[in-house]
């Protein structure tokens, strides 16, 4: 803990404490300068170089006020700060000196002035950033098109944006001793549980860290299971998704210098959901939900599924599609598990390639990549055609999954259905679904069952959770976490003057 020291009315004593702190920090710049008639009172302006930049000083409200104190007397500068400084700009005022450090390393200027105990912290633009683009890991056909950027205060005014209420609430607190990250907790007043929002902040007060570099140490730090291989965050980097779980009761955590926003508590049915269900049609949407859950099956139980039929149960194939198989495996040296994580692990390869590779060539290598490998290793009789078929199917059924965090957790048990399914057939497929099932069941995410609604039958009906999307004129209710007095979310303008 650094001990707290008040701002001295003496402004060398200021100045000279700035400097020992601020030693060897070459981007931070400290301007005394002298102000008032016959320049008679000594300031200081301290910022860092490129998160204030000398215009932003110059035209500026800042900027005008200290041209005025050119031409006034000494006393009446300190007593114009004392009664106007508030009014002038976007300012604040600090009374100790580790508040004043706090707010310089955030990318403010602070300003002193000799005979007056206190710093005048003035807002800039801050530290660069890359601005409001489009989310790149969500893409929807129907929808805004806008993402969340580095900066946390844009985040949260892209969420203020959409929702237009001074009961969306805005907690902002500072993680992490020495990187001093700013972490925001969004909320909804009247709508939002508040045992939820106390667990959430109690967890996140619970551990010291040295620093905060992105929302995703954020999450681990603040798991509950953090054995479990399933997300207990839902994260996105879409301003219309937080927006519409906040008015389902849900709070979001914006984290400085990351684009992805937590969304808790995170729940199964969640993960499978897109922004744009709420915006297609309810049979559209109901179909795309329904090809999800059949990718979700696909890309964790197919491989394991082949192998546990051609290895121990071929009795429940047509005998011609059992010739198939044998005919396409002939000549091939491996063992059909072998072959198949052989493969499989040839393609995840392919995949991180393609991430790491900057640019269109990265995608050239996906597609070539996996191309090329695959008609290669049939031609050499390493693998069976079949087997490439397995593969991109399960591939292709990872990738549908809307949450990339879930689908990773899907991508890892693939691997234990396929030796389940290789070693002890369809009992070791049995065996790993009940295992994986209940393992879901007994998951909690801040306190609310992780296969919500399906365990719950106060979360069904008419809150359009669930598989099957219900017409939007229908979705009456909020999801059973949302405050109870709040439940219900439409009705008739006829109903509500009643």
């Given at each position: 803990m650094v001990k707290k020291i008040k701002i001295s009315d003496n402004i060398k004593e200021n100045e000279k404490y700035i400097r020992e702190r601020c030693r060897n920090c070459a981007d931070i710049l400290i301007r005394p300068m002298r102000l008032g008639e016959e320049n008679k009172i000594d300031c200081?302006?301290?910022?860092?170089?490129?998160?204030?930049?000398?215009?932003?000083?110059?035209?500026?409200?800042?900027?005008?006020?200290?041209?005025?104190?050119?031409?006034?007397?000494?006393?009446?500068?300190?007593?114009?700060?004392?009664?106007?400084?508030?009014?002038?700009?976007?300012?604040?005022?600090?009374?100790?000196?580790?508040?004043?450090?706090?707010?310089?390393?955030?990318?403010?200027?602070?300003?002193?002035?000799?005979?007056?105990?206190?710093?005048?912290?003035?807002?800039?633009?801050?530290?660069?950033?890359?601005?409001?683009?489009e989310a790149e890991s969500e893409k929807v056909l129907r929808g805004s098109r806008e993402g969340f950027s580095d900066s946390v205060k844009t985040n949260s005014a892209l969420v203020r944006k959409r929702i237009r209420d001074t009961r969306l609430k805005v907690e902002e607190t500072t993680v992490g001793l020495r990187s001093g990250t700013t972490v925001q907790v969004l909320y909804i007043e009247d709508i939002v549980n508040e045992e939820l929002l106390e667990k959430i902040k109690n967890r996140m007060e619970e551990y010291v860290v040295d620093g905060i570099l992105d929302s995703g140490m954020l999450e681990q730090m603040t798991d509950e299971n953090w054995i479990s291989p399933f997300p207990q965050y839902q994260t996105t980097e879409r301003p219309d998704r937080a927006s519409l779980e906040l008015l389902n009761g849900k709070v979001v955590l914006l984290c400085d210098n990351s684009p992805e926003a937590l969304i808790l508590p995170g729940t199964f049915n969640g993960f499978m959901e897109s922004s744009e269900d709420w915006y297609h049609h309810f049979e559209?949407?109901?179909?795309?939900?329904?090809?999800?859950?059949?990718?979700?099956?696909?890309?964790?139980?197919?491989?394991?599924?082949?192998?546990?039929?051609?290895?121990?149960?071929?009795?429940?194939l047509p005998g011609n599609l059992i010739l198939s198989f044998a005919e396409a495996r002939e000549g091939v040296p491996f063992s059909s598990v072998t072959e198949l994580v052989f493969l499989e692990l040839s393609f995840e390869l392919i995949r991180e390639a393609g991430v790491r590779v900057p640019g269109a060539l990265g995608n050239a290598i996906g597609i070539v990549g996996g191309l090329i490998i695959g008609q290669a290793a049939v031609s050499a009789n390493l693998v069976s055609p079949i087997v490439v078929m397995i593969v991109a199917l399960t591939a292709l059924g990872s990738m549908v999954i809307p949450d990339e965090e879930f689908a990773s957790a899907f991508r890892l048990l693939k691997y234990m259905f396929l030796f389940l399914g290789g070693f002890l057939g369809m009992y070791g497929i049995v065996l790993g679904v009940y295992m994986m099932v209940a393992h879901l069941a007994g998951l909690l995410s801040f306190g609310l069952p992780y296969l919500s609604p399906f365990v719950r039958k106060e979360s069904a009906g008419s809150t359009g959770e669930g598989i099957l999307r219900i017409p939007f004129l229908k979705r009456i209710r909020r999801p059973a976490y949302a405050r109870k007095q709040q439940s219900i979310r439409l009705k008739k303008k006829a109903e509500e003057r009643e």
């Open positions: 200081l302006m301290v910022y860092i170089e490129v998160a204030v930049s000398n215009m932003m000083l110059d035209d500026s409200a800042l900027g005008k006020m200290i041209n005025h104190f050119w031409e006034i007397a000494p006393d009446q500068i300190q007593e114009f700060v004392r009664n106007n400084s508030l009014g002038i700009a976007d300012v604040k005022k600090l009374e100790d000196m580790e508040e004043a450090i706090r707010a310089l390393l955030t990318g403010n200027a602070i300003f002193f002035i000799d005979g007056y105990n206190k710093a005048m912290k003035i807002s800039s633009k801050g530290y660069p950033s890359m601005g409001v683009s559209m949407a109901s179909f795309l939900r329904m090809l999800r859950y059949l990718a979700l099956v696909t890309a964790t139980l197919l491989p394991g599924l082949y192998l546990a039929v051609i290895r121990f149960h071929t009795q429940i």
